[in-house]
T-cell receptor
Framework: AQSVTQPDIHITVSEGASLELRCNYS??????LFWYVQSPGQGLQLLLKYFSGDTLVQGIKGFEAEFKRSQSSFNLRKPSVHWSDAAEYFCAVGAMNRDDKIIFGKGTRLHILP | DTAVSQTPKYLVTQMGNDKSIKCEQNLGHDTMYWYKQDSKKFLKIMFSYNNKELIINETVPNRFSPKSPDKAHLNLHINSLELGDSAVYFCASSPDRANVEAFFGQGTRLTVV
């Protein structure tokens, strides 16, 4: 079965600084990988996804993520964060098996300093 | 024109009561889910339906019973509510059961007192 780990519970960066949120997954074959964002009191919104092909994927709101098979990682990056990026970020992994489920990491809370 | 809508958004109830949460999606998706998010923000899948058929049933108390009258609706009924049921419950849908991305509702914050 697949699993996903987000090592950082909290991350604090200054507005305008670059950001990298870590995600490691475990799955025996090529996974489907996702990053979601949850603003306070809101549902989850998909930022980007990787299924196959180019390992660097672009998402909404200026985010990107890179799939690195050798490191079993799918880290999320943004070159310059904005105060509105403060939220909870979830990495998720799915599988090509049609009856497997999408598993979410425990989330990373991003704090932005003015 | 909300894609995945849940009602109610907030639900406060006493222990022992029975309550339902409704979910509807207008995306034409085949698969719908219920997730539970605890106080530590951990998201865990509870159930998944594909075209009204139950395909994922995680280990949850049998006090929780999903019902899918058609593929656009997936309701969650909870009997004999307990304090530990307090959480945010999210409904989601995806085009099919092949693990493409899920579209989430806004959540229902359930508080059992």
């Amino acid at each position: 079965a697949q699993s996903v780990t987000q090592p950082d519970i909290h991350i604090t960066v200054s507005e305008g600084a670059s950001l990298e949120l870590r995600c490691n997954y475990s799955y025996g074959a090529t996974p489907y990988l996702f990053w979601y964002v949850q603003s306070p009191g809101q549902g989850l919104q998909l930022l980007l996804k990787y299924f196959s092909g180019d390992t660097l994927v672009q998402g909404i709101k200026g985010f990107e993520a890179e799939f690195k098979r050798s490191q079993s990682s799918f880290n999320l990056r943004k070159p310059s964060v904005h105060w509105s990026d403060a939220a909870e970020y979830f990495c998720a992994v799915g599988a090509m098996n049609r009856d497997d489920k999408i598993i979410f990491g425990k989330g990373t809370r991003l704090h932005i300093l003015p | 024109d909300t894609a995945v809508s849940q009602t109610p958004k907030y639900l406060v109830t006493q222990m022992g009561n029975d309550k339902s949460i409704k979910c509807e999606q207008n995306l034409g998706h085949d698969t719908m889910y219920w997730y539970k998010q605890d106080s530590k923000k951990f998201l865990k899948i509870m159930f998944s339906y594909n075209n009204k058929e139950l395909i994922i049933n995680e280990t949850v108390p049998n006090r929780f019973s999903p019902k899918s009258p058609d593929k656009a609706h997936l309701n969650l009924h909870i009997n004999s509510l307990e304090l530990g049921d307090s959480a945010v419950y999210f409904c989601a849908s995806s085009p099919d059961r092949a693990n493409v991305e899920a579209f989430f509702g806004q959540g229902t914050r359930l508080t059992v007192v």
